[in-house]
Each structure stands twice: as structure tokens, then as C-alpha cells.
């Protein structure tokens, strides 16, 4: 078992160190000047010189990528060029490990940015796992129970007809309808607890969270109900059955039980993938998360920026998965550890 | 992990369905019996209807647009009021305008739809396209070769995995279409974001068909007839192409059916984060996310180009789960 989880641990140290190299080849290695646009539309031939050896992009990509690796275990210095720190040294910018960038277009560490917007995208994804979560898993079991009912038919198609519909229609018809004509909800607009507390958080959160969770949602009603009717032919179904079990009993303990591991790999899996910012929940809902601060990277052509974010997102997919493929072997011991 | 594919054994079909017939026993190959037996499913039929309707609708399109019978692209001002609100009600609806026109400077909202389902098809079915004979070429490569080959394969899918899909295309959408107008000298302007969305659609979206093949490969390689094809000498193209390839169409098809509608919403998604083919060139994505900010004060605008792309999402999703159940009968739902 502990050699099995040692060798995933090193293959994903090995994938994600992979997975920085290909992104720096993707953004940095075609012939795109990266300098000219870190240096801004209207940029001198000397400043954008300036720039590009500020950041380091006179050198070959792989120089490139190893500055980053290194800067990741020991900080680094902004600018990179050792010429420009002793001109300048009152316009350093030290960045402490793990250094994940400087940001020419917002003068300011990536680390900085990623501090302020990571937070934010936490708190929605949570609040959203749970929704979903206890969601999926009623619906997937009430339709269940009622196998071929109205009911059933019912939350089958709701759930296909809101997986159909584009997510940031939805999401922008629930901001003009239920928040600002409606009313029932507040304008969602990010409060942090040290400023509002709890129930403030909470409830500038409750919308677009409710919102991430309802796009989810589908899936893991149709997950639920495909895996309780399954488990609901087994044996031991049958057993709890005759021997004159309750039937919510049965249901919630021993069929539910048996769907339960693929439903958290599911939601583990999802989760891991929303760390790296809900892209359309924050922009609909203006969450200055890790989603909002890639399409304002995006805008700006700030690529520094987006190759952070990207390692960040990749990098929370695979520790999911390590984490996930080790719970799994140690919760079903079928699964072959090999 | 391994994914719980769809297994086509196209041998025992006949026996399942065989039942006592009287008089002259006609027989009929594993196609005809899945055709009978999507033919019977009236959804699956009814998505088909209604996936061909698109589809019909999308090749005439460029045409009604050349010989002016739809004109996606003239303003109508005269239509308009000073709040930039179209005059008459539900939208501008009327008989030169059955959608409605365009708040702002009123283009006829039926033609930018229906010319908009031309390239947003379009767009998915070149995408679906790339994705699937990747993962096909690589299933195969992996499924056949084993050992080595087999595992890198199989890293660059973890690899591949691991970027987060929707951050992928908007954050390389900067880089790509920068190299795609450079260096590959594609014009700029919508030729460009067409090449850009359906290659990056096409590049990340190949996994889930390199699986599924790979493990159909695992199970027909061992199959007599590969044996025999072996033995009788054949090399490795022969084999992977003309003995396994025709075994793999039906898992293929249904592939098929089911990436079209991701990328159909996938590029709705890209043009409302601004990186899918812009306006004046109309997508399905890009006439949607225009109408959202009008949607409180003219929701005619906002609700028909949005149910009509859930509606062909729905029908794809339901032709394909309607494939599978008729192509495997033993997968069942």
C-alpha cells in the first residue's frame, strides 16, 4: 500500500513538472514576442528590450522554465536581468517561494494576485460542492425510488434540459430574474468574513453558488440514480429486503452505500477542476476569483498571469487524482494496487 | 481506472434476438437488427428527425445567404427605437422579421440564427472531427502496440486531463491565435478564430475516444480472426486498419454523437468569454451572449437562440444514447 502511494506521488511529481514544461513551450517557445506584449501596445524597440530582459524572455525556453522551477523552491528576484537590480535596486520585487511569477502588466508578484482571488474561488467552490452534493444525491435517489414514475421522468428531464441550456445563460437569467427583479436574493457581490462575518459571506455567496451548483447538478443526479438502480439488483438488496427491513433503510443504507465511491471520486475530480477558478460563474457574477483574474489576464495579454494559473488548476487535478485513485484503493480493496 | 466503454459484440446480437418465426426464415445481418431496433425507439427517432433538420438547415443556410433570402448582415434602424429597443413587441417580430430584428441597429434576427447554426455546426463538426480520429489513431496505437508505447500514450492522456478544458481555451486563445495569423499566415479576423476554436476544441477533446478504443482494441486483438490475419502474415497497418478499424465503428459512432453536442455548448461558452468566431460573423454562441444584454427588456432575443441550442444538445445527447442501446443491447440504461 505505502509503495503504491509513493510511486504515485513521485509520478505525479513527474507529471506536473511536465506539465510546466509543455505550458512554457505552449506560451513561450512559438515566435510570438511575449515581450512586446508584456510591454504594452505602444512600447519603444529599447523598452520592450528592457521588458524582455526584465522577465527573462531573452533567454531559450528551457533557461526559461528552469528560472521558474527554481524560483518555485527558492523565490526569485524581479526584474530577472542582474544588470536592471543594480541600477535600480529600490525597484526590486522579491518573491518569495514558492515563486510563481511577476506580473509586468500589475506590477505586483503572481503570488500576490493568486493570494487575493484564490480565497474567492474556494469559498464558491465549496459552498457549491455541498449544494450539489446533497442535491444530486435526493434527486438521484428520489427518482430512483420511483423508478419509471412522473416524478422520475420529471427530474431526469429538468436535469437534461439544464445540462442542454449554455451555463452562462442560466447563470445571467438567474442574475437578472431572481436577484435584481425578483429580489429574492441580494446582488451577489464578494464580502469576505473578516469584513462581514458569516451570515453576510454566506448570504453574498448563497446565489452564485447556487448557480455553479445547479450545473453540476444534472450529472450527479443521473449518477446517483444509475448507480442506486444498480446496486438496487444485487444480492444482499434482496437480502435486506426479506428480512424485513424498512425500505428508506434500505435505500439510504445499503443501496446508497455502494454508490457512494464513485459519486465522491466524481465530486473529488470536479472540485479539483473548479480550483482553478469557475471561469463563467465569476465572470456572470463578478467574483474576483481565479476565473475572473484569467479572462483579465486574457484581455491584457498578460502571460505570465495565465501560465500560473494553468499550473495551478493542473496541479489541483493531479493531486485530486492521486488522492482519489489512493482512497479508492484503500476503501475497496478489489482495486488492484499495481 | 479503467471506463466502462461501450462493448459491441456484434455475434451475439443474432442469437438474442432470434425468436421462433414461422414460414421462410429471412436472416438479417447485426446492422439491420440495430436499425430495426432504433427504428423502435420513437426519442431516439425523433432526435434523429430533428439533428437532420439542423443539419439540413446548416448546408442551406450559406446558400439563402448568397441569393439574399436571408440577409444576416443589413441594418435596420427605421426598426428601432432611441432606447435601442426594437419597436414592435416580442422582439420586433413581423412578417419580413418571424425572430424578431436586433436591439442596437436591427440585423434580422432569423437570419443571424440560422446563419449562425451553419458556422456553430460547422465549428463542432470539424472539432468532433480532429477529436475523434486522434483518439481513434492513438486508441488504436495504444490498444495494439502495448508495453511502452502503451504507457506514453497513456501519460499524455493524464497529461492532457490534467489542463483544466475551459482555462485551456481561454487562456492559449492569446498565444494560438497570435501563431495561428503570424506564423501559419491564416487572415485575422474570424478566419482565424475559426481555426483557433476548432483545432483547440479538436486537441483537448480526443481523450475519452483514445480510451474507450483502447480498451475495444484490447478485447478484438485477441480474437481469432486477428490470429488468423497474423498468422497469414499481415503487418501491423493491416491489421490495425483493415482487421480491428471495421470492428470499431459502432463505439466510434457513438463517440461521435456524443462530443458533437459538448463542443456545440463549448463554443457557446468560448464566445461569452470572447474567444469563439465575433460578430458580425454570427455563431449560435455569439447571437446568445449579444442577447444577454438585453435580456430584461427583450427576452424574445434572448430565448430562441437558447432554446435552440439546448434543443440540439438535447437531440445529439439522445441520438447517441439511442446509438448506443440499439448498436449494444446488453448495455442497457
Excluded at chain 1, 145 to 158: E, N, T
Excluded at chain 1, 240 to 263: D, E, I
Excluded at chain 2, 252 to 263: D, E, G, N, R, S
Aim: with cysteine; hydrophobic share 50%; glycine share 8%.
Amino acid at each position: 500500500m505505502w509503495a503504491y502511494v509513493v510511486r504515485r506521488c513521485l509520478m505525479g511529481v513527474v507529471l506536473i513538472l511536465a506539465m510546466t514544461l509543455v505550458t512554457f513551450t505552449l506560451f513561450f517557445a512559438t515566435p510570438i514576442d511575449a515581450a512586446r506584449y508584456a510591454c504594452g501596445k505602444n512600447c519603444s524597440e529599447e523598452q520592450r528590450d528592457i521588458t524582455r530582459a526584465a522577465l527573462g524572455y531573452d533567454k531559450p525556453v528551457v533557461e526559461q522554465w528552469a528560472g521558474f522551477i527554481k524560483g518555485l523552491f527558492a523565490g526569485r528576484d524581479f526584474p530577472l536581468d542582474e544588470a536592471q537590480r543594480e541600477a535600480a535596486p529600490e525597484q526590486v520585487t522579491h518573491c518569495a517561494a514558492p515563486c510563481l511569477g511577476f506580473s509586468n502588466f500589475n506590477a505586483k508578484t503572481i503570488n500576490e494576485m493568486v493570494s487575493e482571488a484564490l480565497p474567492v474561488t474556494i469559498s464558491l467552490s465549496v459552498v457549491a460542492l455541498v449544494l450539489w452534493l446533497i442535491g444530486g444525491v435526493l434527486f438521484g435517489i428520489l427518482a430512483a425510488m420511483r423508478q419509471g414514475s412522473f416524478l422520475d421522468r420529471g427530474i431526469v428531464g429538468a436535469t437534461l434540459v439544464i445540462y442542454a441550456f449554455p451555463s452562462f445563460a442560466i447563470a445571467v437569467f438567474l442574475l437578472n430574474y431572481v436577484a435584481i427583479k425578483w429580489g429574492v436574493f441580494p446582488y451577489p457581490k464578494y464580502t469576505q468574513i473578516a469584513d462581514g462575518g458569516v451570515v453576510e459571506w454566506f448570504g453574498n455567496l448563497l446565489l452564485p453558488a447556487l448557480t455553479l451548483a445547479l450545473l453540476f447538478l444534472a450529472g450527479y443526479v443521473r449518477m446517483t440514480r444509475a448507480f442506486v438502480l444498480e446496486s438496487l439488483t444485487e444480492d444482499y438488496i434482496r437480502t435486506a429486503n426479506a428480512k424485513g427491513l424498512q425500505r428508506k433503510k434500505v435505500v439510504f443504507k445499503h443501496a446508497l452505500r455502494a454508490a457512494l465511491t464513485p459519486l465522491v471520486t466524481m465530486a473529488g475530480l470536479d472540485f479539483a477542476t473548479l480550483l482553478g477558478g469557475a471561469i463563467i460563474t465569476e465572470r456572470v457574477f463578478n467574483y474576483p476569483g481565479l476565473g475572473l483574474l484569467t479572462i483579465q489576464a486574457n484581455a491584457a495579454f498578460d502571460l505570465p498571469v495565465l501560465v500560473a494559473v494553468v499550473l495551478i488548476a493542473g496541479s489541483f487535478v493531479i493531486l485530486a487524482n492521486i488522492v482519489v485513485d489512493v482512497l479508492y484503493a484503500y476503501i475497496d480493496p478489489r482495486v488492484r494496487v499495481g | 481506472m479503467t471506463t466502462p466503454g461501450t462493448q459491441v459484440e456484434i455475434g451475439e446480437v443474432a442469437v438474442e434476438t432470434a425468436a421462433p418465426v414461422a414460414g421462410p426464415v429471412v436472416s438479417k445481418s447485426p446492422t439491420q437488427l440495430a436499425l430495426a431496433r432504433f427504428r423502435a425507439d420513437k426519442l431516439s427517432m425523433f432526435s434523429f428527425y430533428v439533428v437532420v433538420f439542423y443539419l439540413i438547415a446548416a448546408l442551406l443556410a450559406p446558400i439563402l445567404v448568397a441569393t439574399g433570402v436571408l440577409d444576416p448582415f443589413t441594418p435596420h434602424q427605421d426598426l428601432i427605437d432611441d432606447q435601442s429597443l426594437p419597436l414592435n413587441p416580442f422582439g420586433g417580430i413581423s412578417w419580413e422579421h418571424p425572430f424578431g430584428v436586433e436591439p442596437r441597429i436591427g440585423r434580422d434576427s432569423l437570419s443571424r440564427i440560422w446563419y449562425g447554426i451553419s458556422f456553430s455546426l460547422s465549428i463542432s463538426l470539424l472539432a468532433t472531427l480532429i477529436a475523434v480520429t486522434l483518439g481513434v489513431v492513438l486508441g488504436i496505437i495504444a490498444g495494439t502496440s502495448g508495453g511502452w508505447v502503451d504507457a506514453i500514450i497513456g501519460r499524455i492522456i493524464d497529461l492532457t486531463l490534467a489542463f483544466p478544458q475551459t482555462l485551456m481555451l481561454l487562456a492559449l486563445s492569446t498565444v494560438a491565435v497570435a501563431f495561428i495569423t503570424q506564423v501559419l499566415h491564416v487572415p485575422e479576423g474570424p478566419t482565424a478564430q475559426f481555426v483557433y476554436v476548432v483545432s483547440i476544441l479538436g486537441i483537448f477533446g480526443w481523450t475519452s475516444t483514445a480510451r474507450i478504443v483502447r480498451g475495444q482494441v484490447l478485447s478484438i486483438r485477441e480474437r481469432e480472426f486477428v490470429y488468423a490475419a497474423r498468422l497469414l502474415g499481415a503487418g501491423p497497418g493491416r491489421i490495425y486498419f483493415k482487421e480491428i478499424l471495421p470492428n470499431l465503428w459502432a463505439p466510434i459512432l457513438v463517440q461521435f454523437t456524443l462530443i458533437m453536442p459538448a463542443f456545440i455548448s463549448a463554443e457557446a461558452a468560448l464566445s461569452y468569454l470572447g474567444v469563439s468566431v465575433k460578430p458580425p460573423t454570427p455563431t449560435l454562441g455569439n447571437v446568445l451572449t449579444d442577447s444577454l444584454s438585453f435580456m430584461s427588456d427583450n427576452f424574445t432575443y434572448f430565448i430562441i437562440p437558447a432554446v435552440l441550442i439546448a434543443l440540439i444538445v438535447v437531440c445529439f445527447n439522445l441520438l447517441g444514447d439511442g446509438l448506443r442501446d440499439a448498436l449494444d443491447p446488453k448495455s442497457g440504461r
